[in-house]
């Protein structure tokens, strides 16, 4: 699907008249450019390959020169989708303008369009210092996984008064700060409807129901491929890992008989 480069003005707009924005994680350069020849409007570059293609428990132990690695991957293969990469834990947390080396390193290095980083009100000032060096930031609210050490569970957030008004408030600074977008992890749909009409940012929802302003998920999750566990907001669209493990078996039955390779596949 060729058209205009998704920018982050393009996802304002989309909201302003009520279409829904379609975003998916992508690691590498096969990938992506499936995603944007398909049409997807936001590659996440996210941190999550720390679970889904390092095989780690959490998304803590990801570095820096790990996320430009891919970003840059990703971003060479992309030509319509908005790429944003994911800060990785400890790249942000430091302050303002270690914050700003480690997010220009990925519109630098990794040719992203934009970077994500989690939490509230706590890093609203490093949002306001990279929207005024010029990099667009999205935020993450809700369930934030690279603070799993902190909370100890990855249970739904949101579902009592007090943290809902929080996540409410966080999303007001963090418009304030000049991100351009916000995720929504694991929050009840009320909460991520009242958050979508108070901001005018778009909202992308993960496991936030269906009144956000745009859906992500990790695609891996979506194509069956990473079945180690299975979030219920996750919907299977294919099933890619039972795909492959028929396909290696059928291979291992064919070498093992003497019949791969045929004549044809011969020189
Ligand atoms: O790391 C990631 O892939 C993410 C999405 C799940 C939103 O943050």
Redesign the pocket.
Known sequence: MAGEAITTQTLRERKARGARIVAL?AYDHLLATLLDAAGVDVI?V???LGTVVQGHDT?VPVTMDQMIYHTEMVSRATRRALVVG?MPFLSYQLGPEDALRNAGRFLKEGRAGAV?LEGGAPVADTVARLVGAGIPVMG?LGLTPQSIHLFGTYRTRGTDAAEAEGILADARTLEEAGAFAL?L?KVPTTLAERVTQSVGIPTIG?GAGPRCDGQ?L?THDLLGLFTRFRPRFVRRYAELGQAIDAAVRRYAEDVRAGSFPGSEESY
């Open positions: 994680t996440l996210g941190d999550s998304t994911d994500k993450h995720v992890e993960i992500v990790v």
